[in-house]
């Protein structure tokens, strides 16, 4: 007899049978790695321009003409705003049927800088609209293809650009293999930041990162608060309006997100909760941010503490993930009852090592969503605007793929491969990952080819988009 019971929720001490590693392998027998190549467009997909008009369905209407000219101005910034239709794309492919959570949105400009608890900077994903529990091998796709895009803008020629598109695959793949190698709490903490560049390789790259690592240490709160705000009668301060990026809102919807914030503190961790406490709120504004979320409600919220000194927080719609129809359809289920800004924040506390020490979620109530009408996917009628709450400008800084040379864009696809297998490792078992991916480089080969090919894919929707914007099918506002 054992000595202690098994304890539900940790592995069975007594498990037995094929080791992780030998089912990952053994899945190449359905699924060659070489098929990874593959590009299904299936029957009856939406023409580009009738997908962006779908996905802004439910948006603020006066604010998506801002998306459109945001995605209108490349073919990168097009895939930057169309999750959902590549979702749809991916959904007609194989999958291996291996499960994590995935980014969702993991395309080369959502990886960057922000602040630890410690005003130290780390470097991971740093953005989950989108995410939720799905194949590990479409954040990869989406990954690579973004390279190849921004290496073309880049005016890289075709065979670099297919070069950095293999090596994201193959950082990918030695890094799972180097998790699947290491104990458990070793490899859920592997690759600090410090040891990214080296591990990756990105040595070319170390410039342009201390450049950004410089711009990102200024980028705070009290910083976009000196600029975004002036004084009071009564000593405190207060938004300005910025037409169209920031606007001031009706004192009863600016009570509203306060108010909400109530609800937030129950989700912060509970040691964190003195420090919320020394800052009294003092101001709501309605702010425009990033291309897949403008039209979305977001709002940034004014904290002073007894000096005055600002600490701005960031209120932000969140709608269903677009990828959750096509997720299920891949044979991955979403959960029927979802709070949406839960789902964005445990999505990223899933896959970072260190997240913001403020994030959080709840309730605006007396607020539709602009995403769902107030009702989420699948989930029945709600009541008010479910939303993430986060710092705002907290020490955020990233690097622009599009202005890279050709070292530097190989550089920074190996390092955005081994930050995305390290995030994926924190729910999937690496070896089982490894055991897919392999010792040589079938699936790096693979996962170029399909990028190649959804790259020109995506080129040919961009310029379906720009077309509908000149004949005036769509309207669009350039340069905002």
């Keep these: 007899m054992p000595r202690v019971p098994y304890v539900p929720g940790f592995a069975h001490p007594d498990a037995q049978g094929t080791s992780p590693k030998a089912v990952g392998r053994a899945l190449r027998e359905r699924l060659p790695r070489s098929g990874q190549a593959v590009l299904s467009i299936a029957d009856g997909r939406p023409d580009a321009v009738a997908a962006v008009e779908e996905s802004n369905a439910g948006r603020l209407p006066e604010l ?42 993991a395309h080369a400009a959502n990886f960057g800088l922000y602040g630890d608890a410690r005003d130290g900077l780390v470097i991971d994903l740093n953005d989950f609209d989108e995410t939720l529990h799905g194949p590990w091998e479409w954040d990869l796709k989406r990954l690579a293809t973004s390279i190849v895009l921004a290496g073309r803008e880049a005016g890289a020629a075709e065979d670099d650009c297919r070069k950095a598109a293999l090596d994201v695959a193959g950082s990918y793949r030695h890094t799972m293999r ?153 044979g991955f289920p979403v959960p029927s009852v979802v709070h949406e800004g839960r789902r964005v924040v445990l999505g990223q506390r899933r896959m970072q090592v260190v997240s913001d020490i403020l994030l959080g979620w709840t309730t605006v109530q007396g607020v539709a969503s602009a995403g769902t009408g107030g009702t989420a996917s699948g989930s029945g009628p709600q009541e008010g605007l479910p939303v993430q709450v986060r710092q705002f400008r907290n020490r955020k800084g990233s690097v622009d793929p599009t202005q890279l040379s050709g070292d530097q864009m190989d550089d920074y696809a190996r390092m955005t491969g081994a930050l995305l297998a390290r995030a994926h490792s924190h729910s999937a078992d690496p070896r089982l990952l490894a055991g897919y991916c392999g010792k040589n480089d079938e699936l790096d080969e693979a996962i170029a080819a399909f990028a190649v090919s959804y790259a020109d894919r995506t080129e040919a929707d961009h310029a379906a988009l720009t077309a509908a914007v000149k004949s005036g099918r769509v309207e669009a506002e350039m340069g905002v």
Excluded at 248 to 254: H, K, L, T
Excluded at 267 to 278: D, G, K, M, N
């Design 178 to 330: 180097l998790l699947a190698k290491l104990p458990v709490i070793g490899a859920w903490n592997a690759i600090a930041d410090e040891e990214l560049v080296s591990h990756a390789d990105a040595r070319d790259l170390l410039g342009t990162l201390e450049r950004v690592a410089e711009k990102a240490r200024k980028n705070t709160s009290a910083r976009f608060a000196a600029k975004a705000t002036e004084p009071t009668a009564d000593g405190g301060r207060r938004f300005v309006d910025a037409q169209p990026v920031l606007r001031r809102v009706p004192d009863a919807e600016a009570a509203a997100v306060a108010t909400s914030l109530t609800g937030y503190l129950d989700t912060v961790a509970e040691h964190r909760l003195p420090l919320l406490a020394r800052y009294a709120v003092h101001d709501v504004a309605f702010r425009v941010v990033g291309t897949g979320s403008v039209g979305l409600r977001s709002y940034v919220v004014l904290l002073l503490d007894h000096r005055g000194e600002p600490l701005v927080l960031q209120v932000k719609e969140a709608r269903s993930s677009a990828l959750a129809p096509f997720a299920e359809k891949a």
């Design 64 to 105: 998506t003409p801002i998306r459109v000219g945001r995605m209108a101005v490349s073919p990168f910034a097009f895939l930057r705003g169309s999750a959902g239709l590549m979702a749809y794309d991916l959904a007609a492919g194989p999958v291996t049927g291996i499960g994590t959570q995935i980014c969702g949105d």
